[in-house]
């Protein structure tokens, strides 16, 4: 079981850099993505130790904490209230896949040893899509983002990868080199990316790297790489990437005096909230409802994928794994 989940884990986590590429419009491919599969494959092996040869230890020692399970519970509870059944079933099932499977095989792996080998893979990942996404733009292939179609997916896998791998190599005990190599990472993905919440998921890795670490050098080394990070943001602000990170935080239509779409929303998952209390939309279902909330508000059907606001979203479906 140990060789087997260092392999599934690491594959699984190199191959999340494809995302939904190449059908990134099938639902069925975005539950049966590989990484998704490789998880399944890793709950079936389990499934059948603890039914053949009666060992439960690696199917309970690993479980997630029970606030994600209280979590995962109400998601399902959410179904009931669902506009659409099936669509909510499936989105419950990816919940569960994501916070149940993969937590419980990425923590086996950690016990077993295997933790330094899920960061080496969490940097193969990083190092894929940032360099997919600069060849796509180099050559006008695939999209401006590589196998992402959306600068928002983009920089929701890149932020949070980059402040994991770059802290790690900043703030732990190596030498120049990996640290350089760090700053490097915080830069080029800062460079990549372009939408605001990205490049706030990397100011706040910067600074929580910079306030842990310890010792006058891995400070300088903090220090070196937010300049590194500001000079490549600065660059990048004159490029097409940087006139997408602008219009990423219009308040306006671009053209035209409406307000922006986006901010429309927000006020639309408020009612739901307001009118559904606790249970939301149900799980997976909010853009069912969202239409039926606006109350008089303009709604201009401008609004991309992955425009909208999170935390509201977590709050008024009552949940969304992104």
Same mark, same amino acid.
Not at 56 to 68: D, E, G, I, Q, Y
Not at 214 to 241: D, F, M, N, Q, Y
Not at 277 to 305: E, H, V
């Given at each position: 079981m140990r060789s087997w989940g260092f392999i599934l884990s690491s594959g699984a986590i190199i191959l999340s850099a494809f995302h939904f590429w190449p059908f990134p419009n099938c639902r069925l491919w975005q539950l049966l993505t590989p990484s998704n599969s490789l998880v399944a494959l890793w709950c079936g092996a389990v499934a059948v #130790? /603890?039914?053949?040869?009666? #060992?439960? #230890?690696?199917?309970?020692?690993? =479980?997630?904490?029970a606030s994600v399970l209280s979590y995962l519970v109400v998601v399902c509870m959410s179904v009931a209230v669902a506009p659409d059944a099936v669509r909510a079933s499936v989105f419950a099932s990816k919940l569960a896949l994501?916070? +149940?499977? @993969?937590y419980s095989l990425l923590r086996y792996v950690? @016990?077993?040893?295997?933790?330094? +080998?899920?960061? %080496?893979? #969490?940097? !193969? @990942?990083? $190092? +894929? /899509?940032v360099a997919f996404s600069f060849v796509a733009r180099a050559t006008g292939t695939l999209s401006d983002f590589g196998f992402f179609d959306d600068p928002h997916k983009y920089g929701s896998y890149v932020g949070v990868l980059s402040v =994991?791998?770059?802290?790690?190599? &900043? @703030?732990g005990d190596y030498g120049w080199p990996t640290r350089m190599l760090g700053a490097a990472t915080f830069a080029v993905a800062a460079a990549s990316c372009a939408s605001l919440g990205a490049l706030a998921a990397l100011g706040a890795g910067l600074a929580v790297c910079f306030? +842990?670490?310890r010792g006058p050098r891995r400070k300088l080394a903090s220090a070196l790489v937010? &300049?590194? !990070?500001?000079? !490549?943001?600065? $660059?990048?602000?004159?490029?097409?990437?940087g006139q997408s990170l602008g219009e990423d935080i219009e308040l306006r239509e671009q053209g035209r005096p409406d307000i922006r779409q986006r901010y429309l929303d927000w006020q639309a998952y408020m009612n739901v909230l307001s009118e559904r209390a606790a249970a939301g939309s149900g799980a997976g279902c909010i853009n069912t409802l969202r239409g039926m909330y606006y109350d008089g =508000?303009? %709604?201009?059907?401008?609004?991309g994928p992955f425009e909208q606001n999170l935390s509201l979203i977590h709050i008024s479906e009552p949940t969304r794994p992104y």
């Amino acid at each position: 079981m140990r060789s087997w989940g260092f392999i599934l884990s690491s594959g699984a986590i190199i191959l999340s850099a494809f995302h939904f590429w190449p059908f990134p419009n099938c639902r069925l491919w975005q539950l049966l993505t590989p990484s998704n599969s490789l998880v399944a494959l890793w709950c079936g092996a389990v499934a059948v #130790s /603890a039914i053949v040869f009666r #060992s439960t #230890s690696t199917a309970t020692r690993h =479980l997630p904490p029970a606030s994600v399970l209280s979590y995962l519970v109400v998601v399902c509870m959410s179904v009931a209230v669902a506009p659409d059944a099936v669509r909510a079933s499936v989105f419950a099932s990816k919940l569960a896949l994501g916070y +149940l499977c @993969a937590y419980s095989l990425l923590r086996y792996v950690a @016990a077993e040893g295997g933790a330094m +080998l899920l960061c %080496k893979a #969490s940097g !193969a @990942a990083l $190092a +894929l /899509a940032v360099a997919f996404s600069f060849v796509a733009r180099a050559t006008g292939t695939l999209s401006d983002f590589g196998f992402f179609d959306d600068p928002h997916k983009y920089g929701s896998y890149v932020g949070v990868l980059s402040v =994991l791998c770059g802290s790690i190599m &900043l @703030a732990g005990d190596y030498g120049w080199p990996t640290r350089m190599l760090g700053a490097a990472t915080f830069a080029v993905a800062a460079a990549s990316c372009a939408s605001l919440g990205a490049l706030a998921a990397l100011g706040a890795g910067l600074a929580v790297c910079f306030a +842990l670490a310890r010792g006058p050098r891995r400070k300088l080394a903090s220090a070196l790489v937010c &300049l590194c !990070a500001i000079v !490549a943001v600065t $660059a990048v602000l004159h490029t097409e990437t940087g006139q997408s990170l602008g219009e990423d935080i219009e308040l306006r239509e671009q053209g035209r005096p409406d307000i922006r779409q986006r901010y429309l929303d927000w006020q639309a998952y408020m009612n739901v909230l307001s009118e559904r209390a606790a249970a939301g939309s149900g799980a997976g279902c909010i853009n069912t409802l969202r239409g039926m909330y606006y109350d008089g =508000l303009p %709604k201009l059907n401008t609004m991309g994928p992955f425009e909208q606001n999170l935390s509201l979203i977590h709050i008024s479906e009552p949940t969304r794994p992104y």
